[in-house]
């Protein structure tokens, strides 16, 4: 099955599951549409809820467009730079290219970054936060859902390496959410005032970290 839009069409994965009592949509990074619905659901009713949630779909194809430019490339703290492959260091910035082996384990580089950098903006925010809370262990690691983690009972937040790729606005503001649970841990109003109160563009931040 293929949805069409435009000049264009988009190749629709049906995974039907026994335990499903609704039907979901979702486009993925390879921009295929996967209709998640259970056994008894037909090729017709399906397409008939494509055809009805048609400008959803194309509204979600566009954002995922989105997020794939911005992930095309080599990122580092909101930069994109031009992959430029040689022989001779394993990695080097210029000014909007970055020089490297063509194996290089990039994913460790960014690690030992985010170390350093994740640390310097965690004791940032921690100092300046408005309510006395206890200094949180601070783990990194690669996350495909979500930007942080908050543990309240090991007092540990852990946050997505892939911030190293953003501006520190972002970073700063995945800590200050992730603090403000070590008081909340929800997302109730008090929290949103809490994280509001300690980080400014709460918004504008939650909208732009969406074309990620």
């Not at 990039?106 to 310097?120: L, M, T």
């Amino acid at each position: 099955m293929k949805l069409v839009v435009g000049d264009d069409s988009y190749l629709v994965i049906i995974n039907r599951k026994r335990e499903n009592r609704n039907t979901y949509i979702r486009v993925k990074s390879d921009l295929t549409i996967h209709v998640t619905t259970n056994l008894i659901t037909s090729d017709k009713a399906i397409s008939k809820l494509l055809d009805e949630n048609y400008d959803k779909i194309v509204d979600m194809i566009n954002k995922q467009k989105t997020k794939n430019s911005n992930n095309d490339g080599f990122y580092f703290l909101g930069q994109r730079y031009d992959i430029v492959y040689v022989t001779y260091c394993d990695i080097s910035l210029g000014h909007d290219r970055v020089f490297m082996k063509k194996n290089f384990d990039i994913d460790k580089w960014y690690k030992k970054q985010a170390i350093e950098i994740f640390k310097q903006h965690l004791d940032l925010m921690y100092n300046r936060f408005s309510v006395k809370i206890p200094y949180p262990d601070l783990r990194i690691r690669k996350m495909t859902t979500r930007w942080g983690v908050c543990n309240t009972k090991s007092k540990t937040v852990t946050l997505n390496l892939e911030l190293i790729k953003r501006d520190t606005k972002y970073l700063d503001y995945v800590i200050v959410h992730e603090l403000s649970h070590l008081i909340h841990p929800n997302h109730s109003k008090i929290f949103w005032e809490l994280v509001s109160e300690n980080i400014s563009d709460v918004d504008k931040i939650k909208k732009e970290m969406k074309e990620f």
